[in-house]
């Protein structure tokens, strides 16, 4: 009895697609959701959703550069995925735009090298909050912006600052459970502030979950002279706890560096 010769069968060759996505995460339980409170009403299961449809492949998976939490929202997200389909660069972004919620907009798509990961491959993260000061709130601004009816002291803010930026063990400005490290390295905080909207704007080489809402929370607490910024260095000690996380409406992920 003849045996068949078995043939050696070709690796199928992928491509590494890189997205960058701006998203308004005012409805969305975050990027993703897992654990107990897992949800399908997040940002990344909308965008599989629609790649699964329009390469017909359904383990696909979709990696990113920052896991944003409950109601943040996105400027620069990066996210890539593999994937066998040929369809063109051009045709994916006009039709993931096409069939995604208005709220979520594919702003670039690019073919990446091979090794690209979009979390893997991250070098530095930058989040920027935004709040209003005045009277009276802005109908217009109220999603997206945290509302102040009396100026934060920015001096004293920045004073406060300079005691965060640097390498440092940040588990008491995180809600972060497992994590491998604590450790980061903040570059810089900077704080703008012109007519009626102030500017937060933190630098790093990574934030851990619920970290930079923790450190907004608390330098807002300072500039409101709640606290004084010598608290800084009790949190980071274990002595006291950090404010509470500032409102998401205000918070976007501004860039990804790599």
Known sequence: MLRRKKVKEEPVSLRNIRLTIEYDGSRYQGWTRLGKNESNNTISNKILE????MTGEENLELFCGCRTEVGVHAYA???NFKTSSDMDILDMKHDLNRYLPMDIAIVNVEEAPGRFHAQLNAVSKTYMYRLTVDDVPSVFDRKYTYHCFKTPDRQAMRQAALLLVGTHDFKNF???RKSKSTVRKLYDIEIYSAAQEMQIILYADDFLHNMARLIVGT????GMGVRPKEDIEDIFEGIQSPSAPCDPKGLYLQEISY
């Open 50 to 53: 629609v790649l699964k449809k």
């Open 174 to 176: 995180s809600t972060a």
């Open 77 to 79: 997200q990066v996210a």
């Open 219 to 222: 330098l807002l607490d300072i």
